[in-house]
């Protein structure tokens, strides 16, 4: 009997239930809690593992374009205080063509954006205008929220103005350079090939420091995918 009546119980329950909710619509509502800020990684943060070890739990990114008419190209442009030149956004010459930017898109939420700001060290943090943002693939792109990239900032100087470019003291590592395009071939070939077209400010100052670098495919598997000084040697284009 008392089975009985608590199955009874759960009936009347199910169809109060049901009753009250016969009438909403579900079309159109988002899920409670979705983020508002956003990132823009054009560098190593396209590269999952790097971008990772900086948030607070794995973030899945999305492939984005940046326009070419926000103003900015990507170049061998911020150097580290531990020795080379990494990627950053610079201003366009006045005689120099456009390009647009292949990056990821990825949200940011709790403490992990103050956690960015202190690995982009040298960078300054720019909001980016909705409209200047390409998404690459089926993905869409957060329709509210502020969206944010890290520009090299000269003391004194607008970000990504007076910027340095890679020198004997300060090379292009091969190693960060793996890691950026190993990131890119996430995405595929195709993306992983438009970060190198993309991308300005190439220099003969470039060091092959990858562990046994005579046997790269020992720790880097993707090798053969991956530049080269030898594909650079004669491209030492800058502004």
């Avoid at 009753?19 to 979705?34: C, I, M």
């Avoid at 898109?105 to 202190?118: I, K, Q, R, S």
């Avoid at 998404?135 to 003391?155: D, F, N």
């Avoid at 960060?176 to 090939?193: N, P, Q, S």
Wanted: hydrophobic letters at 40%; proline letters at 7%.
């Amino acid at each position: 009997m008392m089975i009985l009546t608590r199955a009874l119980i759960q009936v009347a329950l199910l169809v109060v239930f049901a009753g009250s909710v016969q009438g909403n619509e579900f079309w159109g509502r988002k899920l409670p809690g979705q983020p508002t800020q956003f990132i823009l990684g054009y560098g190593s943060l396209i590269n999952s593992s790097s971008r990772n070890a900086t948030a607070s739990q794995p973030i899945a990114a999305i492939p984005v374009r940046l326009s070419a008419s926000f103003g900015y190209v990507r170049g061998w442009t911020i150097r580290s205080p531990s020795g080379f030149t990494a990627l950053g956004l610079r201003r366009r010459g006045a005689d120099e063509s456009g390009k647009s930017i292949n990056s990821v898109l990825y949200p940011v939420e709790g403490n992990d954006m103050a956690a960015f700001d202190a690995r982009e060290e040298g960078y300054q943090r720019v909001e980016v205008p909705l409209d200047q943002i390409q998404a690459m693939s089926w993905q869409r792109l957060p329709e509210h929220g502020k969206i944010w990239v890290y520009i090299p900032v000269v003391p004194g100087q607008e970000p990504g103005v007076g910027l340095p470019l890679p020198s004997a003291a300060y090379p292009i590592l091969q190693s960060y350079l793996d890691l950026v395009i190993e990131g890119g071939l996430e995405f595929g070939a195709d993306y992983a090939r438009e970060i190198v077209a993309s991308t300005v400010d190439w220099s003969a100052y470039w060091l092959n420091d990858r562990p046994l670098a005579r046997r790269p495919w020992v720790y880097t598997k993707e090798y053969v995918a991956i530049p080269s000084k030898a594909m650079y040697a004669g491209s030492t284009k800058s502004r």
